[in-house]
Each structure stands twice: as C-alpha cells, then as structure tokens.
C-alpha cells in the first residue's frame, strides 16, 4: 500500500434535516481535502440523523439532494463513506452511500457489519455479519466501521474492534456520532482516538506504518 491519508469525522447527527446535514458533511469533506485525505468516514445514519419518535428510521434523501456531495468528491478528487437509511423489500434499515470520483452517482449498500477498501483507489466491499467468517478480501488494506454507540458502550466496541484488527491484521478505522473514533493498525495497536466533540480523526500511512491525528472543526 502506497501512502495513504484518511478521516474519520466525529458527527452527532440529532435531527432529521437532511439539506443541514449535507452542508454539515461538506464542511468535513472541506476539512479532511485540506488535510489531502484520500477517504473520509462518517458515522451511522450520518445523512438522515437516528430514528425516529415512532422508532422507524428517516426516509432516505432523493438523488438530488446527494448531488452536493457527488460534487465534492469529484472536485476534491475524494471518496466518502456516509451513514443513509436504504430501503429493502419495503422495509428501512441503516446503508452506507458511497461517493467516488470515478461514479457520477451515490452508490448505496446495506450497512452490513462494516466495509473493506483495497486501496484508495479501490472499489467498496460489504462485509457480512457472520462471526467467525467475514469475507475480507485477502487484498483489503483497511476496514471501516460508522457507528452510533454511546459512551457506555465504548469499551466493548474498542476491544472489539482492536480484535479484529489483530484476528484479520487489517487497519480498523472507526467514525462514532458520539465520540471514541479511532484508528488501529493491521496488528490491532491503537493509533490514534478521540474524545468527544465535532473534529476530523486523521491517519497518514508511510513507509513508518500508520500515523494518526485529531483536528477541531472549525
């Protein structure tokens, strides 16, 4: 894997306003291209905020409204992981939307248990939930996980996380609505986590190995 820089951006999406979150959204895209990533993650359900008061999840946004972020990508050259609602069979369930420089449009996946990238030039992979046998790419460089877990949930995820990154010896980034985002690499050592807050989580990978850094939202 050549050099590599990529984000995570901590995100607390409390409300259902779906242009608001865009523009929320380009603000950390702006963010990470000034830090020349190459990625950024965002966490759960980012794009339309948590379910609702009935307990179903948002509608999904139309094309239209995703065009901004089609936009971005191409012109700052980057690829964004974004939390959505896709509908399935008729039924809402939380997605990623996939934003690439090289797709004109979102391309929209179930959330699965996370998803792989071989580079950062590669396509996206879901990974499935089985427990013993995800299917990771023997090729995959990283895995990313957006998560909605509150603090008290935070350890259980951390070691969690930091298994499988040592079980698969595949970096883990992580983007949490609630704090904690991180970054492990391939050997499941932590290499950079944030606390709580609006800010972009960074990792540069160089020839050393992975790098990390945390950077308020201004």
């Given amino acids: 894997m050549s050099h590599w820089n990529i984000a995570a951006a901590q995100y607390r999406q409390n409300h259902h306003c779906v242009d608001d979150h865009i523009a929320h959204h380009l603000r950390f895209i702006n963010a990470a291209a000034r830090q020349q990533c190459n990625l950024v993650l965002f966490p759960e359900l980012s794009l339309t905020g948590p379910a609702l008061a009935d307990g179903q999840l948002p509608a999904p946004p139309d094309s239209h409204q995703l065009a901004p972020l089609n936009d971005a990508a191409r012109a700052h050259n980057v690829s964004v992981i974004a939390g959505i609602t896709v509908e399935e069979n008729g039924q809402r369930q939380p997605g990623l939307a996939w934003f690439t420089p090289s797709h004109p449009n979102a391309i929209l996946y179930p959330h699965g248990a996370g998803a792989c990238l ?3 030039f590669g396509d ?8 013993d046998q995800p299917n990771i790419a023997p090729d995959a460089a990283l895995f990313t996980r957006g998560m909605a877990v509150s603090e008290t949930g935070w350890s259980a995820t951390f070691s969690q996380l930091q298994r499988f990154a040592h079980r698969y010896a595949i970096a883990v980034l992580m983007a949490n609505r609630d704090g904690g985002s991180a970054l492990w690499d391939a050997r499941g050592q932590l ?3 944030a606390d709580r807050g609006e800010l972009l989580l960074t990792g540069r990978f160089v020839e050393q ?3 990390g850094e945390i950077i308020p939202l201004r």
Avoid at 124 to 131: N, Q
């Fill in 209 to 211: 190995g992975w790098q």
């Fill in 191 to 193: 290499i950079v986590r």
């Fill in 124 to 131: 996206l992979s879901i990974i499935d939930s089985h427990p």
């Fill in 118 to 120: 071989e580079n950062r």
